[in-house]
């Protein structure tokens, strides 16, 4: 699988059951997880379908976890109030749409 990803020039962008599928693989290494993920351009979108505590750190530090309520809530249960889920919350991307979706409910 290393030697796939290493090979690739673009990013990948499989459906969001093909990503939970391939970071839940228990056949498929840590290293090649990661590498996965940095190849990777989908955002998962339910984070609590991750199993793994790592996976789920790599992918909210990589800005790969759709920007969800229920993604912030999951991703503090498992490690707190951590660098990574406070850029995360605050990347101005992400805070924009929040804005944006406050203000279409109003």
């Known amino acids: 699988i290393s030697v796939y990803f290493n090979m690739m020039e673009g990013k990948i962008s499989d459906s969001n059951d093909v990503v939970v599928s391939v970071l839940n693989n228990?056949?498929?290494s840590e290293d090649n997880k990661f590498l996965y993920i940095s190849k990777l351009s989908t955002k998962v979108s339910s984070l609590s379908?991750?199993?793994s505590e790592k996976i789920k750190s790599?992918?909210?530090k990589s800005m790969l976890v759709e920007y969800k309520l229920g993604n912030i809530l999951d991703f503090y249960d498992v490690e707190g109030l951590s660098d990574d889920l406070i850029n995360f919350i605050n990347s101005e991307k992400y805070l924009n749409l929040m804005i944006y979706q406050i203000l279409l409910t109003q």
């Open 58 to 60: 790599e992918l909210v």
């Open 26 to 28: 228990n056949d498929i």
């Open 49 to 51: 379908k991750v199993k």
